[in-house]
């Protein structure tokens, strides 16, 4: 396996566009997380799925940000409209949890520079 | 929400000295994880503890996991640059299941 696959590696966007952030879990993998990284606030969760349904979306900052899990090898993270204190490094990680979370394993991630 | 604090925040080493990093929870943790991130890389999953008082070791590194799964720890015995990078703890978040709550990090830097 590929492992998770995430696109677009980077991403430079002005402000007030709409980004659009791309995942791949890993084939069989139940789970899938959206984290944001920033030097100032670490890794934050935004959401997460389970079986392509959200089950909590309470650390997306804003109602800019959705996500959708359309099918189970497809994620998307959107941002409508983007401001530069979105720029951050966004990572898409998925795991196969059974009742207890297993590992979770991340893509390389996306870093989007809003200007 | 549930919250994993991770102490310290820093650490510059020589190498050759050993390394401790130390997670705590307000609450019982069910599981906890432990992850590395090399710089410019993504966190990668090193182990993960599940019972009160385990430890866990892989060559240099070992993990604990504290009596009352509070607290965790996680000690690299004679540092090497190849252990540079942020190292992560993360806990199962508090409500809804299944979701990875991850501590600060601990970015470790080890001077040759």
């Known amino acids: 396996d590929a492992g998770v696959i995430q696109s677009p590696r980077h991403e430079v966007t002005e402000m007030g566009q709409e980004v659009t952030l791309r995942c791949k879990p890993i084939?069989?993998?139940?789970?899938l997380f959206w984290y944001r990284q920033t030097m100032m606030r670490g890794l934050e969760l935004l959401i997460y799925?389970?079986?392509?349904?959200?089950?909590?979306d309470s650390g997306m900052p804003e109602d800019r940000f959705s996500a959708k899990m359309p099918n189970a090898s497809f994620s998307t993270l959107k941002i409508q409209p983007s401001e530069p204190r979105d720029s951050a490094v966004y990572f898409c990680?998925?795991?196969f949890g059974a009742g207890l979370v297993t590992e979770a394993f991340f893509g390389q991630g996306t870093r989007l520079t809003v200007v | 929400g549930q919250q994993v604090m991770q102490i310290p925040q820093y650490q510059h080493v020589q190498e050759g000295e050993d390394f401790t990093t130390y997670c705590n929870s307000s609450?019982?943790?069910?599981?906890i994880q432990w992850y590395k991130q090399r710089p410019g890389g993504h966190p990668v999953f090193l182990i993960q503890?599940?019972?009160?008082?385990e430890v866990k070791k892989q060559k240099r590194l070992t993990f604990q996991f504290g009596e009352a799964k509070k607290n965790s720890s996680l000690h690299i015995t004679a540092t090497q640059t190849t252990d540079v990078g942020t190292y992560f703890c993360?806990?199962?978040?508090?409500?809804?299941?299944?979701?990875?709550?991850f501590g600060k990090g601990t970015k470790l830097s080890v001077k040759p």
């Open positions: 990680a998925s795991s």
């Open positions: 084939s069989g993998h139940d789970y």
């Open positions: 799925f389970n079986n392509n349904v959200p089950i909590d």
């Open positions: 609450t019982t943790l069910s599981n």
């Open positions: 503890l599940v019972k009160s008082g």
């Open positions: 993360a806990g199962p978040g508090g409500g809804s299941q299944g979701n990875l709550i």
